[in-house]
């Protein structure tokens, strides 16, 4: 059980939750009025849950770094259209880099399979009763991949726009997926989500003629929660907006290889200093 978000996932969860005197099946936000547990022990209990992923996160990228390998988190409600997105994204990629998916659904490996099919390695992970991904798990999905150095890696989150925003799973980025079928108001409903992602994706604008969506509204809702987040229009369904996203992607990645060059220059500088020698 996790107790930051009352759901079934959270890799340490369980240990945190008999201290906290919780049990199997209960929901924490209502043991925060439960008797015998504290609000305070319970704020306590979601720290230690966070800080322990945290550590995980960490590991996690320091792999992805070492392998030079672009990691983006994809979030979204259920069925806003991460799947097929990706279906598209890895065709428009063509091969000009390794690529690999880890899912998270809660049940089935259906969304592994689409991805397999466009011949791309994914591994599923499924997270029962939990709605979120966590990094100790994505870290275990890993070793199933074989290394992709100078890659992309893209995880698909279980679909909720709530939860997978506390959990760093080590990505590079968060990117946000709405569908114009959802209303314009969700960046205000769920702030944390769109605080969290560096990019909204606004998919099936092929449908904006039959919806009443306003899409100038939700990208200002988008932009009070957080000022700095990008936007694609797009549709997965006929392409439109692709080259935009995928253009974006490929700037991303090549500032992440930039800044690990940077890293690596600085290091080499002050392995040189060592020896007493010039730097390069
Ligand atoms: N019209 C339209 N339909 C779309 C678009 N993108 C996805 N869909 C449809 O939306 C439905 C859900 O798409 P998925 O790609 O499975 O969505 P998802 O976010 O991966 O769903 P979960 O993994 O279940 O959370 C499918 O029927 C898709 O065909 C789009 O751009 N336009
Ligand atoms: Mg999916």
């Excluded at 209502?30 to 849950?49: F, L, M, N, T």
């Excluded at 990706?86 to 990629?93: A, F, N, Q």
């Excluded at 909204?200 to 919806?211: A, G, R």
């Excluded at 997965?236 to 996203?245: Q, V």
């Amino acid at each position: 059980m996790c107790t930051v978000c009352g759901c079934g996932a959270g890799e340490g969860a369980p240990a945190a939750q008999h201290q906290a005197g919780l049990h199997e099946g209960d929901d924490p936000h209502r043991h925060s009025h439960a008797p015998g547990v504290s609000e305070r022990r319970r704020v306590q209990v979601e720290q230690d849950i966070l800080s322990k992923n945290d550590r995980f996160a960490a590991q996690n990228r320091a792999r992805f770094e070492a392998q030079s390998l672009f990691v983006l988190n994809l979030v979204s409600s259920p069925g806003s259209g991460k799947t097929s997105l990706l279906t598209r994204t890895i065709e428009r990629l063509g091969g000009r880099m390794p690529l690999a998916v880890i899912e998270g659904d809660q049940q089935t490996d259906n969304d592994a399979e689409k991805i397999r099919a466009t011949g791309v390695p994914a591994v599923q992970i499924n997270t029962g009763k939990g709605c979120h991904l966590d990094a100790h798990r994505v870290g275990h999905a890993l070793e199933q991949l074989e290394p992709l150095p100078g890659g992309v890696l893209f995880i698909e989150n279980v679909g909720n726009l709530v939860c997978p925003a506390a959990f760093d799973l080590g990505e590079a980025h968060k990117v946000v997926i709405l569908s114009v079928t959802e209303g314009e108001d969700k960046p205000l409903k769920y702030p944390d989500m769109f605080h969290a992602a560096d990019l909204m994706l606004l998919n099936k604008i092929d449908l904006l003629p039959y919806v009443d969506f306003d899409l100038q509204r939700c990208i200002e809702y988008a932009r009070r929660i957080n000022p700095e987040i990008q936007v694609v229009q797009l549709s997965a369904r006929d392409g439109t907006g692709m080259d935009e996203w995928v253009h974006w992607l490929e700037a991303a990645r090549s500032e992440r290889i930039r800044q690990r060059i940077g890293a690596l220059q600085a290091q080499a500088r002050a392995l040189q200093a060592l020896l007493g020698e010039e730097a390069i």
